[in-house]
Nanobody, 124 residues
Framework: QVQLVESGGGLVQAGGSLRLSCAASGRTFSSYVMGWFRQAPGKEREFVASITRSGTITYYADSTKGRFTISRDNAKNTVYLQMNNLKPEDTAVYFC?????????????????WGQGTQVTVSS
């Protein structure tokens, strides 16, 4: 198993930036595909970005492509989400997730472990 703890959320004005971190403990971090998801009030959880075990390949939702960057540091057991040019519609609770599957997926049910989430609020 792996335990995940997100940090870095907060309140930011539109056009601003935030960097989320997700620290993992437990089993070998590099054995997991990692992903970020978000959930806004009254909406379903949606895919944001994912990254392969080695960090060489990344995937993004259309809504975040070009503005968000997912990365990982396997030596520090941490995955990051750099969010630039934030918009009010990015407001949500952001979750990191770990998957034991070989390739990253966009569906939340493909992920086996979840953090507790961190709130991101973007004001207009």
């Amino acid at each position: 198993q792996v335990q995940l703890v997100e940090s870095g959320g907060g309140l930011v004005q539109a056009g601003g930036s935030l960097r989320l971190s997700c620290a993992a403990s437990g089993r070998t971090f590099s054995s997991y595909v990692m992903g970020w998801f978000r959930q806004a009030p009254g909406k379903e959880r949606e895919f944001v970005a994912s990254i392969t075990r080695s960090g060489t390949i990344t995937y993004y939702a259309d809504s975040t492509k070009g503005r968000f960057t997912i990365s990982r540091d396997n030596a520090k057991n941490t995955v990051y989400l750099q969010m630039n040019n934030l918009k009010p519609e990015d407001t949500a609770v952001y979750f990191c997730a770990a998957s034991e599957r070989i390739l990253p997926g966009r569906v939340s049910t493909l992920y086996d472990y979840w953090g507790q989430g961190t709130q991101v609020t973007v004001s207009s």
